[in-house]
């Protein structure tokens, strides 16, 4: 190979967008895509696909510590919010209360349940994009919504909420609760999550899975019905053949859950001199130490955070704007703007996401790179 064809080591910081696969997920699903039959036939094809499925299910309810029957395959995190919060709206047919820092698709599904019940109403957030505990005690009893949706770990910012705190206030008010653990699962612990929750969200993309599949657990009692017609796969919850070689990649990444959790500390070691360092180079600080163990969230004044992805990118580094699903539009990140920013303040943030296999000398290399990568952006603006 010629020096000008030569690949140079690239260095990923965007574990937030998506993960890359962890081991043993791409043999799962090609294993799976050789089998023939269809899950739902009643022959020793269509019983093969089924045993995989029902093995795939224990594997992602394990992750939750929860019941097998509680668990709906779904298209990804986008989908399962939209089932879930959408169908315990329509449990109630009261108000949707929800943060304005969640991601696109939880507030989708919530304009789109709160145009179909009471309306939907924003519960104000901290700076750090966690709802205001007393705001949304409030709130609940003001609207007396028939659901509360917030995201456990924010996307963005890598904040935490106080699940147990939300799910006592909403107890109190009589309004369920639906947890959005996309961002959460395998940097918190959330086996009591379905203690605190009425429903909750998963995407396998998040933790070294294939992109497009997740799941949705349930609290077994309010009847949620599915949005779309067919057939009664997912118990009549979620019609349409299921995406077995996807959900069998999905539930070999959720036996990787334990050893991602285990490293979470050692990330936090990563991301705390990671921001130590962007501070240094002048960054004003979106996130906190106290949240995900892997995010930070930055600005440097005057910057444009997409001048600073190009930047990043040609050097080698992957990090990105803000979510992956709104990069590409001229609009600022809806968290950012939630949380107080003004539209240009958020123009500049960039967000930097690692995961199990990022290294420290990674994070040296990218703080050494950065300074004059900043120092030409400044002469550029
Ligand atoms: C918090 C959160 N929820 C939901 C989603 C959507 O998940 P999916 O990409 O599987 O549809 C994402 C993806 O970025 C996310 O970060």
């Known amino acids: 190979m010629s020096a000008s064809t030569q690949k140079s080591p690239r260095s990923y910081f965007d574990w937030n967008a998506t993960a890359p696969l962890a081991p043993g997920v791409s043999e799962a699903v090609v294993a799976a895509l050789t089998l023939p039959g269809n899950p739902s036939s009643n022959h020793r094809e269509g019983r093969q696909a089924q045993a995989l499925l ?30 879930g919060l959408m169908g315990l709206a329509r449990c109630g047919k009261g108000a949707v209360l929800v943060s304005p820092a969640v991601h696109p698709s939880l507030l989708a599904a919530a304009w789109r349940a709160g145009t179909e019940g009471d309306g939907c109403v924003l519960s104000p957030v901290h700076e750090d994009g966690r709802l ?27 904040s935490v909420e106080d699940v147990e705190a939300l799910s006592c206030l909403c107890q109190s008010a009589g309004c369920l609760l639906f947890c959005d653990a996309v961002q959460a699962v395998g940097r918190v612990p959330i086996e ?3 203690d605190l929750v009425d429903g909750l969200s998963m995407s396998a993309h998040k933790v070294g899975g294939p992109k497009g599949v997740g799941a949705l657990w349930l609290r077994p009692g309010p009847a949620v019905e599915s949005l779309v017609g067919g057939g009664r796969q997912e118990a009549g919850r979620r ?4 995406a077995v ?14 050893g991602r959790l285990a490293d979470a500390p050692r990330q936090a070691v990563l991301r705390d001199r990671l921001a130590a360092g962007l501070e240094a180079l002048g960054a004003i600080l979106h996130s906190s130490g106290a949240g995900l163990c892997n ?15 190009t930047g990043l990118d040609l050097a080698g580094f992957a990090i990105s704007t803000g979510s992956a699903c709104s990069s590409g539009t001229t609009e600022p990140s809806g968290v950012l703007t939630g949380i107080g920013l003004s539209k240009e303040q958020a123009m500049e943030a960039v967000r930097l996401s690692i995961g199990p296999t990022t290294q420290m000398e990674e994070v040296q290399s990218l703080l050494e790179v950065l300074g004059p990568i900043l120092e030409r952006a400044k002469r550029f603006c």
């Open 192 to 194: 009591t999550l379905v």
């Open 132 to 158: 205001v505990l007393s705001r949304a005690e409030a709130l609940l009893s003001e609207h007396r919504p028939s659901v509360l949706g917030i995201s456990m770990a924010n996307h963005e910012l890598g």
């Open 245 to 258: 070689a996807l959900i069998a990649g999905f539930a070999e990444a959720c036996r990787s859950v334990a």
């Open 239 to 242: 019609p349409g053949t299921q």
């Open 54 to 83: 029902d093995s795939s299910r224990e594997a992602v309810a394990d992750v939750l510590g929860a019941g097998t029957l509680d668990v709906v395959f779904t298209s990804g995190g986008t989908e399962a919010n939209h089932l």
């Open 295 to 309: 995010t930070v969230n930055v600005r440097f004044p005057g910057v444009p955070g997409d001048l600073l992805v």
